[in-house]
């Protein structure tokens, strides 16, 4: 059917694209920004006013990943030509690459900050939405005596900024040896998201018509067995939306990070800070740590987002 | 073979009693409605069987075994629901499969059944596709496949057809019926809608506020209600009911309607079997089929005064003044033009019913 639209619709259409264009710059130009700088060669990095034309450079995601040392004199000739290119770019910036006794290059700390930040975000996100989910299925399918209150006081340990508990929580994992390990943040990070799933998903499991497992209770299956075989696949739409924004809040958290971790357990956010450059700050190789940081939620986000953008009344209920 | 027996069954939701002392017997391939208006009972009660909901106090039993303390799934029963409730992110064969994975069945019975019931309900090429492309009619085919697959002892259906549209709903109903007939299994049926009650049923469990009012086959029921809730909830249009005073006549019996200045006339017998409740609080009930019209005046016949006049079709219904009530009589169509005629009246003694206004209870009266 052809769509006859008056003035007025196409008009306000044609405001809403402009808004929808104004919104989505203002959401991409810091990423814009991070992406072109992580590019851009360390002295282009804080011209004003910014360069925006530039020979794009690997060199920022070198320093990166190899551990450098300051040189007093700049690399002699034959060494410079010795250099694979990419070393010949840390030797430019008065830098050199640092190796070990046979010849090895040395990785930076950003590798092993990155895999525990995938580490720690991965599992508090799995644990947190799975407690949720089955903490919410049970409010909202059973009669639990005090429903309310327990959902209240559930909530009510977001109610205050987290930031204010890091002292006392630092000493409290400082005396059970909880300080700079996986385990500790992990359960700091499920703790923190574990609010938010159970409420999220109440809602997502509240839309689930209870008549679904009683089908499949009638049809022969133990509760267990409905739960996991029909509510959980009608409630995927719902485990993923949530998931996102645990994933993300793990994924980003900076205060505790820095406080409770400093070597082993470090995520990327509090080490990216920290390599502001063995001299001058190298803005550069901040951007590139920030860019590849950015991905993973990136792609975690565009794996789901069928699941993020599918309403939630596909089903085969009839009202 | 399944029987199933409510003995003295009570359920409470807080301190409301939503189910009455409900005894109830249903025997091997009967299609029972269980019928009545929204919040009566009749799906608490239903749900009670299925194992969905428990109670307070009373017994269920199938085959003569309690099964009140069993869950849902060893009752070895079949529901549908009026949302159909089929599993939206299985295809129509894997809903109907779906009950048979439960059991140790191998895959090659279980396609082989699936199929054989597809078949049944002629929705063979729908296997493939999700329930959200379906229509709503298939949607209970498909519904009604997931119960049949299993072969259960009985069949619950909660308003199975209540969502469709009228024409469909017609359809189905006499689909269901066939279906019944073909199968045979033990049914029980709820329904808010007297007529898909009236048709279906071989017998109807009539119930009111949790209370069971009537048991009876569909001519039963219309027939003969054994109260005023009953006699006014079943039947299309609704029996008039007035308050009615009988007084004694020469060679008859007069009953007045409301504070009408005369009375209808009614056999002589009518003081006898009313069995000294002549003088009460009575209530006169008469369907409209049962108030006779002519336009000439008659022996018996009362002068009244026509008001609306509802043109359904095949008959009408028009609304006669008598005193300060009004009777709803069924004529031919077209036989009375508008409102403002004067035409003859007489009710139909052996359509009557009486009730007393008190209890509601009838008396039955049979002339």
Redesign the interface.
């Given at each position: 059917m052809a769509a006859v639209r008056t003035s007025s619709e196409i008009g306000f259409n044609r405001i809403a694209i402009v808004a929808v264009l104004v919104v989505t710059i203002i959401f991409l130009a810091p990423i814009y920004w991070i992406a072109s700088t992580a590019f851009k060669p360390r002295n282009l990095a804080t011209t004003i006013p910014p360069t925006v034309v530039f020979q794009p450079e690997i060199s920022p995601f070198v320093k990166l990943f190899a551990k450098r040392s300051q040189m007093r004199n700049p690399a002699s000739p034959e060494e410079y030509a010795a250099a694979p290119w990419w070393e010949r770019v840390v030797f430019d910036g008065g830098e050199k690459i640092v190796r070990d006794g046979k010849g090895q290059v040395q990785w930076s700390g950003y590798p092993s900050r990155f895999l525990n930040s995938l580490i720690v975000a991965i599992t508090s996100t799995v644990l947190a939405v799975g407690m949720g989910t089955f903490t919410a299925y049970g409010f909202s399918r059973f009669k639990v005596k005090g429903e309310a209150d327990l959902l209240f006081f559930i909530l009510s340990t977001r109610m205050l900024p987290p930031v204010v508990v890091a002292i006392p929580m630092f000493l409290m994992y400082r005396a059970v040896g909880l300080n700079d390990t996986h385990v500790g943040l992990i359960i700091l990070y499920t703790a923190f998201n574990l609010s938010f799933s159970v409420w999220l998903m109440k809602g997502f499991m509240d839309e689930i018509?209870k008549?679904?497992e009683?089908?499949?209770?009638?049809?022969?299956?133990?509760r267990m067995?409905a739960f996991f075989r029909?509510v959980l696949?009608?409630a995927?739409t719902g485990i993923a939306a949530t998931a996102v924004f645990c994933f993300i809040t793990a994924w980003n958290e900076y205060a505790f990070a820095l406080i409770m971790t400093s070597r082993r357990a470090q995520t990327a956010p509090p080490f990216i800070p920290s390599q502001v450059g063995s001299g001058l700050p190298d803005w550069s190789v901040i951007a590139a740590g920030t860019f590849l940081f950015l991905l993973p939620v990136a792609i975690f986000t565009f794996l789901l987002r069928n699941h993020l953008l599918r309403g939630m009344s596909?089903?085969?209920?009839?009202? | 073979m399944t029987q199933i027996e409510l003995r003295g069954v009570q359920k409470f939701f807080g301190a409301v009693q939503v189910i009455k002392d409900l005894n109830l017997k249903i025997s091997d391939n009967e299609f029972i409605v269980l019928l009545g208006q929204s919040g009566c009972g009749k799906t608490t009660t239903l749900r009670a069987v299925?194992?969905?909901e428990t109670i307070d106090e009373g017994d269920i039993l199938i085959d003569g075994k309690p099964v009140q303390h069993l869950?849902?799934?060893d009752r070895?029963?079949?529901?549908v629901?009026?949302?159909?409730?089929?599993?939206?992110?299985m295809s129509v064969y894997e809903n109907i499969a779906?009950?048979l994975r439960?059991?140790r069945k191998s895959k090659a019975e279980i396609d082989q059944e699936v199929r054989s019931v597809a078949k049944t309900l002629q929705i063979s090429d729908l296997l493939a596709k999700?329930?959200?492309a379906?229509s709503?009619g298939d949607?209970q085919r498909v519904a009604i496949g997931?119960a049949l697959v299993?072969r259960p002892k009985a069949m619950?259906m909660d308003e199975p057809i209540g969502?469709l549209d009228a024409k469909l709903r017609e359809e189905m109903r006499a689909e269901i019926k066939r279906l019944h007939i073909k199968q045979g299994s033990t049914t029980i049926y709820v329904t808010h809608d007297q007529i898909e009650a009236m048709s279906l049923a071989d017998r109807i469990v009539i119930m009111h506020e949790g209370v069971l009012q009537q048991v009876g086959t569909p001519d039963e029921v219309y027939s003969h209600p054994a109260n005023l809730f009953v006699a006014q909830f079943v039947g299309s249009p609704v029996m008039n009911v007035a308050d009615a005073a009988v007084a004694e006549k020469a060679s008859s019996a007069s009953v007045t309607v409301g504070d009408a200045a005369a009375g209808f006339e009614f056999p002589s017998a009518l003081l006898s079997k009313l069995n000294g409740h002549a003088g009460g609080q009575l209530a006169l009930g008469i369907r409209p089929e049962g108030v006779l019209i002519r336009r000439d005046a008659a022996e018996g016949f009362m002068a009244v005064e026509t008001q609306i006049v509802e043109p359904l079709g095949s008959f009408d219904i028009v609304d006669l003044k008598v005193g300060s009530e009004m009777l709803r009589a069924r004529t031919k169509s077209g036989f009375i033009s508008g409102p403002g005629e004067k035409v003859f009246a007489r009710i139909d003694p052996t359509q009557a019913h009486f009730f007393d206004k008190a209890s509601g209870k009838s008396l039955e009266v049979r002339l």
């Open positions: 018509p008549e679904y009683e089908a499949a209770l009638v049809d022969g299956y133990t067995e029909i696949p009608e995927a596909f089903g085969a209920i009839r009202k | 299925a194992g969905l869950k849902a799934a070895d029963i079949a529901m629901f009026q949302s159909f409730s089929l599993y939206p992110h779906f009950p439960a059991t999700k329930p959200s379906l709503g949607m997931r299993r619950l969502a």
